[in-house]
């Protein structure tokens, strides 16, 4: 069935260094990648998205690549900060004519001081 | 201009018990969804409405019932709350651009 892939579960880097979270997804007519930030007790916030004509898109410190072929993509934080600590959610939209998003089952992101 | 909003915010029922959980949105936007987040699971979608009158089920519909009489309403009915169905739920919506924009979520929990 429909499903997206995330890893890893959890992820520890220190202040200044870089974090990376992978994703699959299985649905090769999926055209749209979104990545939401969640925050304790709080709405998932979209950080960045990609569709699937473009290779990679930047915002400031954050990143993200997509490989059709490989039908994965990746979310790159560059220079992390303690406030980047949360989870972060990959998604997926099913292909053109469906309005369903498959979400991958999140990482935790603890960035240490 | 509120964006998504839900109530209530949190919310204990007993087993049995039915009760509805209230979306709405002030962005014109079509299409309207329910998801439940338990803890590494993700959200995973119940049901979506891709405008008024017209809805559907996503992954893990069963107990669960929508309907959609305007645009800027979506509320979720749970028809008979079981302990499986404490969760944290979302409701969101978006526009003919894909971007999805969440509530703030309803703390469920049913014992």
């Known amino acids: 069935g429909e499903n997206v892939e995330q890893h890893p579960s959890t992820l520890s880097v220190q202040e200044g260094d870089s974090a990376v979270i992978k994703c699959t997804y299985s649905?090769?007519?999926?055209?749209?990648f979104p990545w939401y930030k969640q925050e304790l007790g709080k709405r998932p916030q979209l950080i960045i998205d990609?569709?699937?004509?473009?290779g990679e898109k930047k915002d400031q410190r954050i990143a993200v690549t997509l490989n059709k072929t490989a039908k994965h993509f990746s979310l790159h934080i560059t220079e992390t900060q303690p406030e980047d600590s949360a989870v972060y959610f990959c998604?997926?939209?099913?292909?053109?004519?469906?309005?369903?998003?498959?979400f991958g089952t999140g990482t935790r992101l603890k960035v240490l001081a | 201009n509120a964006g998504v909003t839900q109530t209530p915010k949190f919310q204990v029922l007993k087993t049995g018990q039915s009760m509805t959980l209230q979306c709405a949105q002030d962005?014109?936007?079509?299409?309207m969804s329910w998801y439940r987040q338990d803890p590494g699971m993700g959200l995973r979608l119940i049901h979506y409405?891709?405008?008024?009158?017209?809805?559907d089920q996503g992954e893990v519909p069963n107990g669960y019932n929508v309907s959609r009489s305007t645009t800027e309403d979506f509320p979720l009915r749970l028809l008979s709350a079981a302990p499986s169905q404490t969760s944290v739920y979302f409701c969101?919506?978006?526009?003919?651009?894909?971007?999805?924009?969440f509530g703030p979520g309803t703390r469920l929990t049913v014992l």
């Open positions: 962005m014109n936007h079509e299409y």
């Open positions: 998604a997926a939209l099913m292909g053109p004519g469906t309005y369903k998003y498959i």
């Open positions: 409405s891709v405008g008024a009158g017209i809805t």
């Open positions: 969101a919506s978006r526009g003919r651009a894909d971007t999805q924009y």
């Open positions: 649905d090769s007519a999926s055209n749209y």
């Open positions: 990609i569709r699937s004509n473009v």
